[in-house]
């Protein structure tokens, strides 16, 4: 069964991968074919070269490791935060929390892009990394897995006259290296695929990134699909190494913090 469902989820993938190879006559065979009468590279180069491939998977890259950075930081001190430390209202903020991942960004939109204008952060690079950089989902996984780090623990360093940022620093980041890398993942993936938000807030083809530049492909009289397949195949690239990389601390991330 699970091999059966394994190819029914990587035969699309397959495909894109083949398809990439193929020219825009093979692409529109019928039947289709599934493997190309050849596997050039020119769709890779050509599509290099007509398309600002350099400038867009930069502003990937900066979005996405800035966004991911900015995300470890801010839900690392927060669920710490709501972890370990007690106070009026502790629980009522997590639930608050808690309760913005039923908020679809669609509902938002308006105001969030109105307090990024409002802070000169349309069109700039800074807009794409730091309004969606705190999730909800983050702090609940980290929260849920600091539960289960000792409170004495932490006594016992504030015994030993450690200040609160040296165990933060020295113990619980250390300790929690399951859930930060799931956490890495799923941020890498949000930022790297998201489309929505750069699209709004990316006035300038030089700030636009991937997801958003191929889908300006569409808008072109004879819409190049070999071109799209080709650099739809190399932005893919970068997530798959990173999960294949990282792919070891998933299941014992989430499972040793919110599935409990």
């Not at 398309?51 to 470890?72: M, P």
């Not at 307090?115 to 990394?129: K, R, Y």
């Amino acid at each position: 069964m699970l091999i059966a469902l394994s190819i029914v989820v990587l035969a699309p993938v397959v495909w894109t991968v083949l398809s990439s190879f193929k020219t825009q006559a093979e692409l529109a065979q019928r039947p289709p074919t599934i493997l190309p009468d050849s596997f050039g590279l020119t769709n890779y180069t050509e599509a290099m070269q007509t398309f600002r491939f350099a400038t867009y998977l930069k502003n990937s890259v900066v979005v996405t490791v800035g966004a991911t950075v900015l995300t470890l930081m801010i839900n690392t001190t927060a669920a710490y935060g709501l972890a370990k430390y007690n106070f009026r209202g502790r629980n009522f903020l997590f639930l608050v929390t808690l309760g913005t991942i039923m908020i679809p960004l669609q509902i938002i939109l308006i105001p969030v892009y109105q307090v990024a204008s409002d802070l000169h952060l349309v069109n700039s690079l800074w807009g794409l990394i730091i309004p969606p950089a705190a999730t909800p989902t983050g702090v609940f996984l980290l929260r849920q897995y600091m539960l289960g780090i000792p409170d004495d623990l932490i006594e016992a360093a504030r015994i030993d006259g450690a200040g609160e940022f040296r165990i933060f620093l020295r113990i619980i980041v250390p300790l929690c290296g399951a859930p930060i890398a799931v956490l890495t993942i799923f941020s890498v993936i949000w930022r790297w695929n998201d489309f929505l938000w750069p699209l709004i807030i990316s006035q300038s083809q030089d700030k636009y990134t991937l997801p958003v530049a191929l889908a300006q492909f569409d808008s072109q009289l004879v819409v190049p699909f070999n071109y799209i397949l080709a650099m739809s195949v190399v932005s893919m690239l970068p997530v798959i190494i990173i999960f294949l990389v990282l792919q070891r601390h998933i299941v014992r991330g989430i499972a040793s913090t919110g599935l409990k």
